[in-house]
């Protein structure tokens, strides 16, 4: 199947393109949308993240669930929304603790392509969901493909920071090898965790193993 995805990432993951399942899941996005539901986000940033973390770029990885299933919040990577739109719960607390964490000023902007575009792999489990229907397209194949991204990143690359909030993050912690990678795990940001997410210091432990291994960290500030 032709897909359209950054090159490194289409090498990689070429063998995924042709399974059944691939097929059968962009059947069912088709399908939907021949019905007149709406799918976010758009077709064009379904591999958004991919685009602006190309596999030999990857530094870390924050793994989310499913995009945002609302008009105007979703966009390919996970927790960011477009600037301009108000910042959901979750990454509100997110950017509480970077502040904690590195002792910064978060300027209120929400898009997180910055972070992409420094190696930080955006990426959900789930790449599209059907407006207004959380985790709607959380059964279609989609933890397939991304489960062998996971592994495609822990076999190919050294040193990445694979940061799981949550218990469905965390449940892919079996995909990654511990010996030559750093899992970071945390509770999920959302309040509905009550607070336990904060005082992870995942940001700045992140950037000293970075650091250690001779690479630059990453400018969390936005």
């Known amino acids: 199947m032709e897909v359209r995805i950054e090159k490194s990432w289409k090498e990689a ?132 493909f991304t489960d062998e991204v996971i592994r495609t990143i822990s076999e190919k690359r050294d040193g990445v920071v694979f940061m799981l909030w949550g218990n469905f993050a965390r449940s892919k912690k079996a995909l990654i090898d511990g010996r030559k990678h750093l899992i970071l795990e945390a509770a999920h940001p959302s309040p509905l965790a009550r607070g336990a997410f904060f005082g992870c210091r995942h940001f700045s432990a992140a950037n000293s193993y970075l650091e250690s291994r001779g690479l630059s960290g990453i400018d969390w500030t936005l």
């Open 13 to 144: 993951l070429a063998a995924e393109f042709e399974k059944p399942y691939f097929a059968a899941l962009a059947d069912c996005i088709h399908r939907e949308k021949r019905e007149g539901k709406v799918i976010f986000p758009p077709g064009r940033d379904i591999f958004r993240a991919f685009d602006l973390t190309p596999l030999d770029k990857v530094k870390a990885v924050i793994l989310g669930q499913d995009p945002y299933h609302e008009k105007g919040q979703a966009m390919g990577l996970s927790f960011s929304v477009p600037d301009g739109v108000p910042a959901p719960p979750s990454l509100k607390n997110i950017f509480k603790e970077i502040e904690s964490d590195l002792g910064v000023r978060m300027s209120g902007r929400t898009n997180l392509e910055k972070w992409a575009t420094q190696g930080v792999l955006l990426l959900n489990s789930i790449l599209t969901v059907r407006e207004g229907a959380a985790a709607s397209h959380s059964r279609i194949g989609w933890d397939i």
